[in-house]
């Protein structure tokens, strides 16, 4: 079973990530790169990445794919941005689950829990199509 991990957070986050010592960045570093070692040795890990922060977004829409709109991002109404995410071959949804709730420990100041958002989601297929 594939799951997507999608670590988020509010934009305040992106304050405090950048007010953190290099001790502490290098800590939380360390862990996220651990926890992607361990995935890997398991055989569990299928892809992650961490993401630029939102001032960086853009948004894009379009009615025709050589005409788009692209707006920058992130808007004042978002309270949340999408930080990085995992996508999981597990075994089961509570393996899933438990590798999201490791992960949300990640350290932040003083070495403590940062008890980070990561919502959990099954990765569906596309259905299969006669014809």
Do not use: N, Y
Not at 13 to 27: R, V, Y
């Amino acid at each position: 079973m594939k799951f997507m991990l999608m670590m988020s957070g509010p934009i305040s986050a992106c304050e405090t990530m950048m007010k953190l010592t290099q001790a502490e960045i290098g800590a939380h570093i360390r862990f996220m790169l651990e926890l992607h070692e361990e995935l890997k040795r398991s055989g569990e890990l299928v892809l992650a990445e961490g993401l630029d922060f939102p001032p960086q977004a853009v948004i894009v829409k379009a009615t025709r794919p050589d005409a788009p709109t692209i707006s920058d991002g992130p808007f004042a109404e978002t309270k949340e941005f999408l930080a990085g995410f995992w996508i999981v071959d597990v075994a089961s949804r509570e393996r899933a689950l438990a590798i999201a709730a490791k992960a949300s420990t990640a350290p932040g100041a003083g070495g403590k829990p940062m008890a980070i958002p990561i919502e959990v989601r099954q990765v569906m297929s596309a259905p299969k199509i006669d014809g």
